[in-house]
């Protein structure tokens, strides 16, 4: 087993930048893929980004891509997310997820019911 804590969101303008973090403590960190996912109010949580155990596979959302970096440092058990040039949409609880996994495919990873652990959620809000 895994236990994820968010940290790093807070209130921006738009077009400024956070950088979320995931510190995961448990199990052995580098077995298992990770993923953001994102809620905004009223809204079914959605995809965000995820990466491989080994961090060489990295995706994102067609809302994010150019805009977010997703990375993690296998040493230190964290995942990282950069996010630049954000937008009101970008507002929401932002989730770090968890799953057993060392193979490498979106399809898997880009779905919240395929992860075993998640955090409690960072807010991100994005003022115009």
């Known amino acids: 087993q895994v236990q994820l804590e968010e940290s790093g969101g807070g209130l921006v303008q738009t077009g400024g930048s956070l950088r979320l973090s995931c510190a995961a403590s448990?199990?052995?960190?580098?077995?298992?893929?990770m993923g953001w996912f994102r809620q905004a109010p009223g809204k079914e949580r959605e995809f965000v980004s995820a990466?491989?155990?080994?961090?060489?596979?990295?995706y994102y959302a067609d809302s994010v891509k150019g805009r977010f970096t997703i990375s993690r440092d296998n040493r230190k058990n964290t995942m990282y997310l950069q996010m630049d040039n954000l937008k009101p949409e970008d507002t929401g609880i932002y989730y770090c997820?968890?799953?057993?996994?060392?193979?490498?495919?979106?399809?898997?990873?880009?779905?919240?019911?395929?992860?075993?652990?998640w955090g409690q959620g960072t807010q991100v809000t994005v003022s115009s």
């Open positions: 997820a968890a799953r057993y996994d060392q193979s490498a495919r979106y399809y898997v990873l880009s779905e919240l019911g395929n992860y075993g652990y």
């Open positions: 990466v491989s155990w080994s961090g060489h596979n990295t």
């Open positions: 448990g199990d052995s960190y580098s077995n298992y893929a």
